[in-house]
């Protein structure tokens, strides 16, 4: 079975400072992960994803994550944030050969100018 | 289009109403899901469509909720009898991959409001 764990539901930054917004994973088989955002009133967009290539995977918009299999982690961060970067995001893990995509609670991302 | 197309976008009904929502997959996409999203909450697992067929219902919450797809395309999910509780956000999204590591595409999302 697989399950994900985001650890914070709220994240509030400065414009211009790191953003690290946080994710845990359980999976029995090799997992792919993903994350999406979701702007206010608006669908779900793919961030970037994982499949078991380079840990380290580069997304849109100056994101990127890092698989830590040793830590089950998944961490989003983004080096300086914008103020279009304001919105709910959500860490995924679906398990391998399977089509369930199982979405964490998300966390919303505030910038503060 | 280009994209995933879900209608209506909003929809207000009283309780013990009926409801349809649609949702346009991208032409080609032969995986489909349908999820909800309640205020403050994730995406909640509804059901999922390979071609026609929907070999996983398990997440739709009662039997007041079902849902077809018909030519390998445009999928309805019908809430009857709806109640408070239906109230949220109902997504669509479409995968050209039946296996896990296809993006999935969604729509805007219907969001139903109930009375």
């Known amino acids: 079975a697989q399950s994900v764990t985001q650890l914070d539901s709220h994240v509030s930054v400065s414009e211009g400072t790191p953003v690290l917004l946080r994710c845990n994973y359980s999976?029995?088989?090799?997992?792919?992960l993903f994350w999406y955002v979701q702007h206010p009133n608006k669908g779900l967009q793919l961030l970037l994803k994982y499949t078991s290539a380079a840990t380290l995977v580069k997304g849109i918009n100056g994101f990127e994550a890092e698989f830590k299999k040793s830590e089950t982690s998944f961490h989003l961060t983004k080096p300086s944030a914008h103020m279009s970067d304001a919105a709910e995001y959500f860490c995924?893990?679906?398990?391998?050969?399977?089509?369930?995509?199982?979405f964490g609670t998300g966390t919303r991302l505030k910038v503060l100018a | 289009g280009a994209g995933v197309s879900q209608s209506p976008s909003n929809k207000v009904t009283e309780k013990g109403k009926d409801v349809e929502l649609r949702c346009d997959p991208i032409?080609?996409?032969?995986?489909l899901y349908w999820y909800r999203q309640s205020l403050g909450q994730g995406l909640e697992f509804l059901i999922y469509?390979?071609?026609?067929?929907?070999?996983?219902k398990s997440g739709l919450p009662s039997d007041r909720f079902s849902a077809e797809r018909t030519g390998g395309s445009v999928s309805t999910l019908t809430i009857q009898r709806t109640q408070q509780e239906d109230s949220a956000v109902y997504l669509c999204?479409?995968?050209?991959?039946?296996?896990?590591?296809?993006?999935?595409?969604f729509g805007e999302g219907s969001r139903l409001t109930v009375l």
């Open positions: 995924v893990v679906s398990g391998s050969g399977t089509y369930k995509y199982i």
């Open positions: 999204a479409s995968s050209l991959s039946q296996t896990n590591t296809g993006e999935l595409f």
């Open positions: 999976s029995s088989y090799s997992p792919s």
């Open positions: 469509f390979q071609g026609n067929s929907a070999p996983d």
């Open positions: 032409s080609g996409h032969t995986a």
